[in-house]
Structures are given as structure tokens and as C-alpha cells.
């Protein structure tokens, strides 16, 4: 059976044709008749059959995209999103990768004024506009650069009805119709209108954007955490301030008896740029000979203006922090077809005459203590090491030939080498 225009083919398939027709891009004629050579669907123009091939489903947002998405979990300072859409780009409504599918939004990202911690501000299960401000190595999002970003569509924690703007209560912004509750949102200029953004809207000034909170509302501001852990019914139930549950603290890792502080900050290590030489911090320990950028030249590099010579300075940059390292970090030599009469400290005669060593130990039989043959030294300097190798494999030592080399273990190697002993 043939294939005709509209169906979908794969290579291999029969496709029918007649004389008025020509063969287009993905179909050849064989002496069997026209087959497909692509998958995707047959399309007939102008006397003209064809296989279109469908478009790339990939549908990554890049830095400056301003994405719908739904807030999925709060953690203590960041809120993280589901991205749902992409604005403004043509098939942006189709399937993101899983590993650009989430992205964070810090509470310092959130809107020109003190947020304490994410749930102050957003909710679970709230609709958000938000700008991508990073895309390596890992998605982050802001909604202070601009009135139309912000919360769009939220609804009421404990029942569930469509919460309404409202600035009769100092702080608090949005009210539920059906229940009493109240709280502070990110409004977004669209809120409670849909997708489109007005040109003229108040509601920014809801947010009361650089003004300090009320005293009533820092009784109530979630210094601490503000309850990421919980549920929106569970944390209506428990009310606005409660202690965390020793279970979830444990489970978070927190010290469970000092209440004191649900989140602990994360610890920021000084280092500097390895593309500008700037002074920056990372929330991890930098590795030496790995790039460190600042967020500027993270920027540039992720939209590719970055130039071959700030690029080039950085790999002799990156080559110099590398090698340095092997040299501060020393080496592991192993030493084989030791004789059985000598002791580590004839090794370490022996091999001191290279330079600092770290370590000296020669293996030996667990049930007998006699040695097994063969020996571990440890350089401090790298130099010195290879040295030793290179004047001492092969040389005589109490009337053996002993062998020196690299142990696997000095460059990130298993360390289950064969065993050298006597032979």
C-alpha cells in the first residue's frame, strides 16, 4: 500500500505518484517506485511531493526571554518556577528540555524592596511573568526588572478561589472573596487581567516598591524560612508564624535544637575571575584550573560576545592555575621488586636526595608483617617526583633492580593496579 499527501512516512515507505507529479525533497525514484527517504509528513505543492520534515522541537529560553511559568517549590531564598511559555518566540509554547524545564528566582530578584524569604512573596502554584537573567549553569529568573513582571494569576491557599488586589490592609495586597484570607504578592501589571500587559496600570504601586514593611507585617514576615516545607493548606492551618516540626528540621538538615534559624545561608567562597581577573564569589570551592567567571563574563560568553583574545588570556590563565596544582599537590610513586631486607628508612635515604618527601610506607602482609615487595613514596613537589622516576627506575637497590612509576592513584586513577612484587 502506498503512502498519498498528508500521510505520515518513514525511509522505506511506498509513495504514490502519477505522471503529473515531480519528486521533491526526501523521495526518490527506484525501479520498485518512489520511496521516502526522511520521516515526516507528505505534502503535495504545485504538483510537487515532498516529505516535511518537522521542525526542531527544541525550545530553550535564552538570557533576556521573558517566560511564563508556575511556581513549583520555595526553598527559604529562592523560589523556583516551571517554565510553561516562552513570550514573543514563535513555537514558544512547545516542550522545553527537563534540563532548562525549572528555573530560580532569588527573593533579592523578586521586587525593589526587603523580601525575607520566597513564601513572603510567592506561593505554590502561583502564575508568574519572569525575565531569564542566567542560563549556565543552571536557570535563573528575575521579576524586579520591570512592571509587567510579577505575579499574574494566584489563588487562595485554604480554599482555593481566585485571589483578588486589594490595599486596604497596609502590606498585604491580595484578599480572597470567599475566605478571610490576606496576604503580599509580586503583582505582576497583568494580574487578575490575563497574559495581556496594559499600558496603564496602578497595580505596581500594590507592591509598594522601596517602602518598609508596617510593624504589624514584620511580626508576621517570614525571617526564618518562611515555611517552604509546608503545604498552602497546611500552612493556613498552622497560621501565619509557627515552630518547624523536629522531623522536617532533621530532614532538612538543620540543628533541631537551636530553632532559632530554619535556613542557613550558603557559604560563599572569594575568588577571582579566570576571563576579567575581577574579584567575585561562588556558592562552592572553586577547582584550580576550572573556569570561574563573574557574571558578567558568564554573560558575555552564554551570548557568545565574548572575544578570542579575552578567551585565549583565559586558557593560558587556566593552563598556569592547572599546572601550579600538580606541583602544590606532589605525586605518588610506586616502587616495585623491593628486596625483602629493606626498610623505609633505606627508602627514604634513597629517595629524600630528589627532594621533600610526604610519605614513605612499604606494604606489608597483614598475618606476617613481612614486607610484600613493594612500596609507596610521596613527593611534595611534582618536579621532584618525576625525577626520581627518571634516575631511579631500573637502578640497583640492595642487589635488586627496583622499577619506579607514577602511581595511578597520584593522577585520579582507580588504584587497583596490577600488584609488583618480587619476581
Same mark, same amino acid.
Given at each position: %500500500?502506498?503512502?498519498? /499527501? ?8 511506498? +509513495? ?24 515526516? !509528513? ?8 515532498? +516529505? ?5 522541537? /527544541? ?38 528540555? /527537563?534540563? @532548562? ?12 524592596? *526587603? ?10 502554584? $502561583?502564575?508568574?511573568?519572569? !525575565? ?5 549553569? %543552571?536557570?535563573? &529568573? ?18 482555593? /478561589? ?17 475566605? $478571610? *484570607?490576606?496576604? *503580599? #504578592?509580586?503583582?505582576? =501589571? ?6 495581556? +500587559? ?21 511580626? +508576621? ?7 517552604? *516545607? ?7 492551618? #498552622? ?12 530532614? %532538612?538538615?538543620?540543628?533541631? =535544637? ?11 567562597? !572569594? ?26 563574563? %558568564?554573560? @558575555?560568553?552564554? $551570548? ?67 614486607? #610484600?615487595?613493594?612500596?609507596?613514596? @610521596? ?8 625525577? &626520581? ?35
Amino acid at each position: %500500500m502506498s503512502a498519498s /499527501a498528508g500521510d505520515f512516512v518513514t525511509p522505506g515507505t511506498h +509513495v504514490f505518484t502519477d505522471d503529473n507529479m515531480s519528486l521533491g525533497e526526501g523521495i526518490v525514484s527506484t525501479e520498485n517506485g518512489a520511496l521516502a527517504l526522511l520521516s515526516g !509528513k507528505l505534502i503535495l505543492e504545485k504538483d510537487v511531493i515532498s +516529505v516535511e520534515i518537522p521542525g526542531s522541537t /527544541a525550545n530553550l529560553p535564552k538570557i533576556g526571554d521573558i517566560v511564563i511559568g508556575q511556581v513549583n517549590r520555595l526553598n527559604a531564598k529562592t523560589a523556583e518556577i516551571r517554565i510553561l511559555h516562552i513570550e514573543g518566540k514563535e513555537g514558544g509554547e512547545r516542550d522545553i528540555p /527537563a534540563l @532548562k524545564l525549572f528555573a530560580d528566582i532569588y527573593v533579592t530578584d523578586f521586587v525593589d524592596r *526587603y523580601i525575607p524569604s520566597a513564601g513572603d512573596a510567592m506561593r505554590s502554584r $502561583d502564575i508568574v511573568r519572569a !525575565k531569564i537573567t542566567q542560563f549556565e549553569p %543552571m536557570l535563573k &529568573a528575575s521579576t524586579r526588572d520591570g512592571h509587567s513582571l510579577g505575579v499574574i494569576h494566584a489563588i487562595c491557599p485554604p480554599c482555593g /478561589a481566585v485571589l483578588q488586589k486589594t490595599d486596604s490592609i497596609p502590606d498585604f495586597n491580595v484578599r480572597c472573596d470567599r475566605c $478571610d *484570607y490576606q496576604g *503580599y #504578592r509580586v503583582l505582576s =501589571s497583568s494580574f487578575g487581567i490575563g497574559y495581556s +500587559v496594559p499600558e496603564n496600570s496602578d497595580i505596581d504601586t500594590f507592591n509598594r516598591p522601596g517602602e518598609r514593611w508596617s510593624e504589624q507585617a514584620e511580626k +508576621v514576615l517570614g525571617h526564618d524560612g518562611a515555611r517552604p *516545607y509546608l503545604s498552602p493548606l497546611a500552612d493556613f492551618r #498552622r497560621g501565619m508564624k509557627h515552630d518547624i516540626p523536629s522531623s522536617v528540621a532533621k530532614q %532538612m538538615g538543620r540543628n533541631n =535544637s537551636n530553632n532559632r534559624s530554619r535556613g542557613q545561608r550558603r557559604e560563599m567562597h !572569594k575568588t577571582t575571575c579566570t576571563m576579567c581577573s575581577k574579584s567575585t564569589e561562588v556558592p562552592f570551592k572553586p577547582t584550580p584550573g576550572k573556569p570561574i567567571r563573574c557574571r558578567d563574563c %558568564m554573560s @558575555k560568553v552564554n $551570548d557568545g560576545t565574548a572575544t578570542k583574545e579575552e578567551l585565549s588570556t583565559e586558557r593560558q590563565v587556566l593552563k598556569a592555575a592547572r599546572s601550579n596544582m600538580l606541583e602544590s599537590s606532589g605525586v605518588k610513586l610506586f616502587v616495585g621488586s623491593i628486596s625483602w631486607d629493606a626498610n623505609e628508612e633505606d627508602l627514604r635515604k634513597l629517595f629524600s636526595t630528589f627532594g621533600e618527601l610526604k610519605e614513605v610506607h612499604i606494604a606489608k602482609d597483614r598475618e606476617t608483617g613481612k614486607s #610484600r615487595g613493594f612500596a609507596f613514596i @610521596k613527593f611534595s613537589s611534582l618536579k621532584d617526583g618525576q625525577k &626520581a622516576v627518571k634516575e631511579l627506575d631500573g637502578a640497583e637497590f640492595h642487589g635488586r633492580k627496583i622499577s619506579v612509576q607514577e602511581s595511578n592513584e597520584s593522577r585520579g586513577g582507580s588504584g587497583n593496579r596490577r600488584r609488583h612484587g618480587r619476581k
